[in-house]
T-cell receptor, first 115, second 115 residues
Framework: AQKVTQAQTEISVVEKEDVTLDCVYE???????LFWYKQPPSGELVFLIR??????QNEISGRYSWNFQKSTSSFNFTITASQVVDSAVYFC????????????FGTGTRLQVTL | KAGVTQTPRYLIKTRGQQVTLSCSPI?????VSWYQQTPGQGLQFLFE???????NKGNFPGRFSGRQFSNSRSEMNVSTLELGDSALYLC??????????????FGPGTRLTVL
């Protein structure tokens, strides 16, 4: 089965705390891409990052970092020093070979950052 | 560069009616995909259009249809609306290559309420 699981439904943190959002996927494909999107209250899905299955290097972009581990089929997302503007629903998604443009999404993790 | 635009942003319809949603992709993007987002089912793929042809389709009834015009703009139509069709409908555009690396960029969505 090809599936994306985001077990954390909702996370609440206080501003400046670090937070990690988990993403676990299942696939038999050897070539695939993983994505993270952010959905603020306005509703638009904002693209954050794309990572291919052959590149296990971690990536850092400002306060955001991603840890991809093929051995555990995980692609976790960490926000360092969280801010109120980070409050949103975050989706992990997977795109497999042979499925053309279809993205398979996880159920999302709602992050609430409070003062 | 302008992002993906969707019109209208909000719609209220009654059961049995039909509705047409519109999506204008990012300039230069030739692929348009549609997704339905509901609290119960999450984000589900409806279909994808590329060069005016449907290239991929999700598991939705025939009441859901779409088309793409020569300028890559796309419309989605839902006939004989049901209460369960109430959802946020998201349009995504991408360059349209067949590589799984092709990244989709989403519009703000159309929130459809069926009464």
């Amino acid at each position: 089965a090809q599936k994306v699981t985001q077990a954390q439904t909702e996370i609440s943190v206080v501003e400046k705390e670090d937070v990690t959002l988990d993403c676990v996927y299942e696939t038999r494909d050897t070539t695939y891409y993983l994505f993270w999107y952010k959905q603020p209250p306005s509703g638009e899905l904002v693209f954050l990052i794309r990572r291919n299955s052959f590149d296990e290097q971690n990536e850092i972009s400002g306060r955001y970092s991603w840890n991809f581990q093929k051995s555990t089929s995980s692609f976790n997302f960490t926000i360092t020093a969280s801010q109120v503007v980070d409050s949103a629903v975050y989706f992990c998604a997977l795109r497999f070979t042979g499925t053309a443009s279809k993205l398979t999404f996880g159920t999302g993790t709602r992050l609430q950052v409070t003062l | 560069k302008a992002g993906v635009t969707q019109t209208p942003r909000y719609l209220i319809k009654t059961r049995g009616q039909q509705v047409t949603l519109s999506c204008s992709p990012i300039s230069g993007h030739r692929s348009v995909s549609w997704y339905q987002q509901t609290p119960g089912q999450g984000l589900q793929f409806l279909f994808e259009y590329f060069s005016e042809t449907q290239r991929n389709k999700g598991n939705f009834p025939g009441r859901f249809s779409g088309r793409q015009f020569s300028n890559s703009r796309s419309e989605m139509n839902v006939s004989t609306l049901e209460l369960g069709d109430s959802a946020l409908y998201l349009c995504a555009s991408s360059l349209g290559g067949t590589s799984v690396a092709d990244t989709q960029y989403f519009g703000p969505g159309t929130r459809l309420t069926v009464l």
